[in-house]
């Protein structure tokens, strides 16, 4: 099928979203429930001769297979088609961008980000692991990033080419970056395939670097690792996440993490050892900086700032504060009355905590503040949107949380500013 077809079985198509290395994805419309679907289908030259019979007889039994998985975090097929000798599979369209495009975008992930992100992508690979299918193709050109900031796994169990098949056909390589040691090789995959796939976003997203062909033919893995890791962005990482970006990569497939459930689960732990569990607000602070000022003078609230940004807990930041004064009965003395404190704002914490209503923010107002931060963001707004809703208690934290994301300190403002507008 060479020209836009009009139809495909009963959807009408709409447009062209998009070409693949397997076939085009035309927008159509289910007209029974006025539903809109994205279709997939076949590149004619994959689907001739013996091969390309065989060819197709995995894709529909594989888009069958990936037809059961329901999830959230996995782009849902809804039906496998046959429209002449058109075979084609139908699939909830989703309104958004692919990872990749925020890649090309340059932007800066935070670690925080990142662990969001990979861990829905773990989700969706831990439901389809339990069903038996293995993705292969794990690449931030198959994850999206919706509009409404959900990150969905796209092209689950469709048949896929492997280079050596698409060099024959003559269509486009896709990347090799993203691909296992052993898929790179040829030999039998597993989920931990994907698991390495996981790996290789992760690192792409923490630290900017991909594996390049030059590594790959023949595999330097550990000479690129090491390079990356040991980069300006990647010595930065916590050592925490540099372990586990090393596991999953690791080319052993037996050394990395066992299973995607088991890999998510070490990185929920570490968002929650990085989630800030308490909040000090203004007048707690002022009453902390006039202790701490009676021993260590006017850097009193350069200290406090610093160990807030360090302590996830009171006691940690009773800790930390307690250690910036030498004198060991002074230091005993002051760790005392900041615990005092301290007390008060976790017991008032936990009391907002449980009758705090988060902010509320209407399906229109959030629409309207995607508009004004996607111009200095792109397609990763919608998912800083929805994390940021998750947390901020009030438009003001969750401006400013937005505004953070904004590396370029004029255009943090002149977002900010925007933005106000919206909650006046
Ligand atoms: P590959 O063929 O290696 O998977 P690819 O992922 O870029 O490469 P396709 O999966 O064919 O190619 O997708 C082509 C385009 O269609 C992409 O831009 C993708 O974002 C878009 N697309 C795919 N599935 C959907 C969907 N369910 N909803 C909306 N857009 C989609
Ligand atoms: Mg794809």
Redesign the pocket.
Known sequence: MTSQPDMLGKYHIQTV?????????Y?GLDPDIDRKV?I?VLHPHLCEGEAGQDFVRRFRREAQAAARSFHSNI?TVFELGKHGNTDFIV?????G??LQDAINCNYRFSEDEVIFIVSSILKALAAAHAQGIIHR?I?P??I?LTDDGNVKV??FG?AKLNSFDQTMQGSAV?TPSYMSPESLKGQAVTHLTDIYSVGAIMLQLLTGERIKADKLYPLKLAEFMTESLNGDRGLKISPKLRALVSQAMSEDANSRPETALSFYQQLEKLSTDNAVSFQCDDETQQKLVSVLAAYVGPIAPMLLKNALLKAKTTEALANILSQSVDDSEESEELLEQVQKIVKKISFSNDHSMNNSQLLICDAATQEKLLAVLRPFLGPISPVLIKKGLLHARDHQSLLATLASAINDDKESQEFLLEARQLFC
């Open positions: 979203l998009g070409k693949g290395a397997m076939g085009i994805v927008l994205a997939k782009v699939m909830e369209y989703v309104e961008e692919e193709d690449k050109a198959n999206l796209a092209d469709v896709g």
